[in-house]
């Protein structure tokens, strides 16, 4: 499946399910789990759904701008 990336905190990650069954999955979050990208990227990569690359974490600062940010 294709990479993509997340645009808040920039984070790679690869699909490792297609992407109905990621939809149907966050589907099923309860509303205090969708607040944000965050914790609905945190809820997939612990289901296994997604694979976080690059050895990055999920964060709210995007590593990558952190000098354009100050």
């Not at 294709?2 to 984070?11: A, F, M, T």
Request: proline share 7%; hydrophobic share 35%; glycine share 4%.
């Amino acid at each position: 499946m294709p990479e993509r990336v997340l645009k808040y905190g920039g984070v790679k990650i690869r699909n490792m399910v297609p992407p109905v069954k990621i939809n149907r999955f966050v589907e099923s979050l309860p509303p205090d789990k969708c607040d944000s990208l965050f914790e609905i990227a945190t809820e997939l990569q612990h289901a296994g759904l997604i694979k976080v690359l690059n050895d990055r974490t999920h964060s709210t600062i995007d590593e990558d701008t952190v000098d354009d940010q100050l």
